[in-house]
Structures are given as C-alpha cells and as structure tokens.
C-alpha cells in the first residue's frame, strides 16, 4: 500500500527499533522505541520504494513500502 506522509506500525509484541532504508542501503529515518505502535512521518522522503526493518524481541522483519 502506497504512504504520503506517515505510517504507521502496530505488533502485538514491543517494537524495540524502527528503520527506513533507501534502496542503496543507507538508512534514511530510524528510530528507537519500546512501543507496540510507532508512526513515522515520511514527508520528507522522495518518492519511490523503501525498505521498512522492525525490530521486536531481537529479531528483524524487513518489508517493502511504497511512498507516493
């Protein structure tokens, strides 16, 4: 699903670390947290396809995001 602005991301488990990756590797937005719900503001991103790694309990899960 495409983003503008922000997304948002809810785990039933505590989310330690959310990060945005370019396509070339370089991470663009990151962020700490122990939540279980984080929303990151995307505005300033140009548009194009990111990669989105989360972290909960130690292990990382990477998706695919589309900013428009």
Do not use: F, M, W
């Amino acid at each position: 699903n495409p983003a503008n602005n922000a997304i948002t991301v809810d785990s039933a488990k505590t989310i330690e670390s959310i990060a945005i990756v370019n396509l070339l590797g370089q991470e663009v937005i990151s962020k700490n947290t122990n939540s279980e719900s984080v929303t990151l503001d995307i505005s300033s991103l140009q548009n194009g396809v990111y990669i989105l790694k989360t972290t909960v309990e130690g292990s990382t899960a990477t998706s695919r995001i589309i900013k428009e």
